[in-house]
């Protein structure tokens, strides 16, 4: 079975610009949380969407947006890019919305804000 | 405010040796802890959990212990393989936080032939 799955694997932008990151989940998981993981440090928790509605938020500003399917994949949008954007972003899946399930990243997107 | 946090950011340990992870968190409602393996330009890989209603858990070659009194997580891997050099997350999830997880910095270890 195909791991959880995102694209573009790289991807360089501008600051000022808009980027749309997607991720693709295990086959029946229905949740899919976002992580920006900027060099040198953990994961810090961006979004949590299960069963196509939001289920947590981050400290993260409201230039960073998010949206899952029905099919349960899912988009992350981050508007007017800044340079402390780049990082590496993340996705999880998991088939419990409620925290008490294993959670499964993807590979990441590396972007990066030029 | 709360965190999930490592005591060393490096190990070094000869090949075939146990290696010791720990990790610290303040959050005293985490009833839920899991650690990643983390290689160089991949996602974290997950390794193994554990629940607060538990103190030990075993995997393979994979050791957690989970001491709440002190709020105190370990991982404890057996007969050290070259493979198993990653940087090492703990990260924590609390009752009602979703599937939201706090990670620490990590721990990169390196295993020496």
């Known amino acids: 079975d195909a791991g959880v799955t995102q694209s573009p694997t790289h991807l360089i932008k501008t600051r000022g610009q808009h980027v749309t990151l997607r991720c693709s989940p295990i086959?029946?998981?229905?949740?899919v949380s976002w992580y920006q993981q900027v060099l040198g440090q953990g994961p810090q928790f961006i979004f949590q969407y299960y069963e196509k509605e939001e289920r947590g938020r981050g400290n993260f500003p409201d230039r960073f947006s998010a949206r899952q399917f029905p099919n349960y994949s899912s988009e992350l949008n981050v508007n007017a890019l800044l340079l402390g954007d780049s990082a590496l972003y993340l996705c999880?899946?998991?088939?419990?919305?409620?925290?008490?399930?294993?959670?499964?990243f993807g590979p990441g997107t590396r972007l990066t804000v030029t | 405010g709360e965190s999930v946090g490592l005591h060393l950011p490096t190990l070094s340990v000869q090949e075939g040796d146990n290696s010791i992870i720990n990790c610290a968190y303040s959050?005293?409602?985490?009833?839920?802890f899991i650690w990643y393996k983390q290689e160089s330009g991949k996602g974290p890989q997950f390794i193994i959990d554990i629940r607060s209603n538990m103190d030990k858990r075993q995997g393979q070659r994979v050791t957690v212990l989970l001491n709440k009194t002190v709020k105190h997580l370990s991982l404890q891997i057996a007969a050290t393989q070259p493979g198993d050099s990653a940087v090492y997350f703990c990260?924590?999830?609390?009752?009602?936080?979703?599937?939201?997880?706090?990670f620490g910095t990590g721990t990169q270890l390196k295993v020496e032939l």
């Open positions: 086959s029946g998981h229905k949740s």
């Open positions: 959050n005293s409602a985490s009833d839920y």
């Open positions: 990260a924590e999830n609390s009752r009602g936080g979703g599937n939201k997880l706090t």
């Open positions: 999880a899946s998991s088939h419990s919305g409620t925290g008490l399930g294993e959670q499964y």
